[in-house]
Structures are given as structure tokens and as C-alpha cells.
């Protein structure tokens, strides 16, 4: 549908769309933000192959199959949010990926998958967070078994906003949270329009991006 359409930098899917077909947006090299609806049950493969430009992605829950080569050469994504519902992850959904630094898988069952599904690198240096109390369970199934580096985190996310107590300092590392709580990256530059949570240190701050 919109394979190689290189100038375009942002969409918003509607919710009356439920699955996202092979190919769709695969070339899309300039797109940096896409807000997928908790419409969407079905990512085909190659739907997002070779956007290079995006940085992080969160896959809603209501997502329960994703298939090959989904995100493959999108070789600026860093951060990765898994649904909760997953029950189906082909191999080389990932592949290619290398700068994934954070995946944050929110289902308490891993769906086991081939190895091949993230470039090697990415066991060695990359942190795969699941929720709390889960981290024996996804050191006993592949792929998630070949992180070195896997901590517990609360699924939830930010639970309690707080006022406002000082402007975030841009200069200094951040989280940027959905209002429901999922971590969708580390920058406020690249966030489709939408109200989000800023979290720096002891500070949280709600932000609109128009």
C-alpha cells in the first residue's frame, strides 16, 4: 500500500483497521513515527522492513501474531515493546536490527521462537525486560533463554503521575511513558501527536505533542 513512499515521516492508523498486511510500509525510510490501534491483531511480513528512520516502536497488546522479516534493516530501532497477547513471532522478525538497546517483552508466557529472530548481537548487548517475578520462566525458552542481560520490570509502567515539579532537562537522559504506562522510547522528538508521560529522575511531567 505504501511500499517505498521514502518522504513519508509520520502516519496514524485508524481503529477500524485490524491486521497490517505483508509489505505495507516496508521502505518507508523517512518514517519516525507510527501509532498502531489496539485494532490490530495480524502484522504480516515485511510490513516494516527498511524504516530506517524509526528509533522505537510499541506493538499493542491486542497484537497476537507478527510474522518474517516484519522490522528487518530498521537499523536505528532501539527500543522495542512486545504485546502482551503475542502468540505468534517469526524468525527474522528483528533481524538486521542492531542498534536495539531495550526490548520490553509485556506477556508473563514467552512465545518460543528460532534464534534467528534478532541478530546475534543483540543477545550480547541489548536488555530484555519482562515482567516481575517472570525472569526464571524466560531463561528456560529460546530465543529469550541467549540474553545476557534480562531484568525484571513492572509491567505497569509509571503508576502515579505527580504534579509537575520543574521543566525536563532535555540535555539529560529521559523515559517517555503512554498514558497507560508503556514505555515508548527515550526522546520526545520523533512521538506521534498525543499526551504522553516525561520521567526524569524524581520527576514526571505530562507533555502534549501536537
Same mark, same amino acid.
Given at each position: 500500500?505504501?511500499?517505498?513512499?521514502?518522504?513519508?515521516?509520520?502516519?496514524?492508523?485508524?481503529?477500524?483497521?485490524?491486521?497490517?498486511?505483508?509489505?505495507?510500509?516496508?521502505?518507508? !525510510?523517512?518514517?519516525?513515527?507510527?501509532?498502531?490501534?489496539?485494532?490490530? $491483531?495480524?502484522?504480516?511480513?515485511?510490513?516494516?522492513?527498511?524504516?530506517?528512520?524509526?528509533?522505537?516502536? $510499541?506493538?499493542?497488546? !491486542?497484537?497476537?501474531?507478527?510474522?518474517?522479516?516484519?522490522?528487518?534493516?530498521?537499523?536505528?530501532?532501539?527500543?522495542?515493546? &512486545?504485546?502482551?497477547?503475542?502468540?505468534?513471532?517469526?524468525?527474522?522478525?528483528?533481524?538486521?536490527?542492531?542498534?536495539?538497546?531495550?526490548?520490553?517483552?509485556?506477556?508473563?508466557?514467552?512465545?518460543?521462537? !528460532?534464534?534467528?529472530?534478532?541478530?546475534?548481537?543483540?543477545?550480547?548487548?541489548?536488555?530484555?525486560? %519482562?515482567?516481575?517475578?517472570?525472569?526464571?520462566?524466560?531463561?528456560? %525458552?529460546?530465543?529469550?533463554?541467549?540474553?545476557?542481560?534480562?531484568?525484571?520490570?513492572?509491567? !505497569?509502567?509509571?503508576?502515579?503521575?505527580?504534579?509537575?515539579?520543574?521543566?525536563?532537562?532535555?540535555?539529560?537522559?529521559?523515559?517517555?511513558?503512554? &498514558?497507560?504506562?508503556?514505555?515508548?522510547?527515550?526522546? $520526545?522528538?520523533?512521538?506521534?501527536?498525543? %499526551?504522553?508521560?516525561?520521567?526524569?529522575?524524581?520527576?514526571?511531567?505530562?507533555?502534549?505533542?501536537?
Amino acid at each position: 500500500a505504501f511500499s517505498g513512499c521514502s518522504g513519508l515521516s509520520s502516519i496514524i492508523i485508524p481503529d477500524s483497521v485490524t491486521s497490517i498486511d505483508l509489505w505495507a510500509f516496508s521502505g518507508c !525510510s523517512g518514517l519516525i513515527s507510527i501509532t498502531i490501534p489496539n485494532s490490530v $491483531t495480524y502484522i504480516g511480513p515485511g510490513a516494516f522492513s527498511g524504516c530506517s528512520g524509526l528509533s522505537s516502536i $510499541t506493538i499493542p497488546d !491486542s497484537v497476537t501474531e507478527i510474522y518474517g522479516y516484519t522490522f528487518y534493516n530498521c537499523d536505528n530501532l532501539e527500543t522495542v515493546t &512486545l504485546p502482551q497477547q503475542l502468540e505468534y513471532l517469526e524468525g527474522d522478525t528483528f533481524y538486521d536490527c542492531e542498534a536495539i538497546k531495550e526490548i520490553f517483552y509485556r506477556g508473563e508466557t514467552p512465545v518460543e521462537v !528460532s534464534k534467528d529472530v534478532f541478530a546475534t548481537s543483540i543477545y550480547e548487548n541489548a536488555t530484555l525486560h %519482562v515482567p516481575e517475578g517472570k525472569e526464571s520462566l524466560f531463561k528456560e %525458552v529460546s530465543p529469550w533463554m541467549y540474553f545476557k542481560n534480562i531484568k525484571g520490570w513492572n509491567v !505497569s509502567g509509571v503508576e502515579e503521575v505527580t504534579a509537575d515539579n520543574g521543566d525536563i532537562d532535555k540535555s539529560q537522559p529521559y523515559e517517555v511513558y503512554s &498514558l497507560n504506562g508503556v514505555k515508548v522510547g527515550v526522546s $520526545t522528538d520523533a512521538l506521534a501527536p498525543g %499526551v504522553y508521560i516525561v520521567r526524569q529522575g524524581s520527576k514526571t511531567k505530562k507533555i502534549i505533542i501536537n
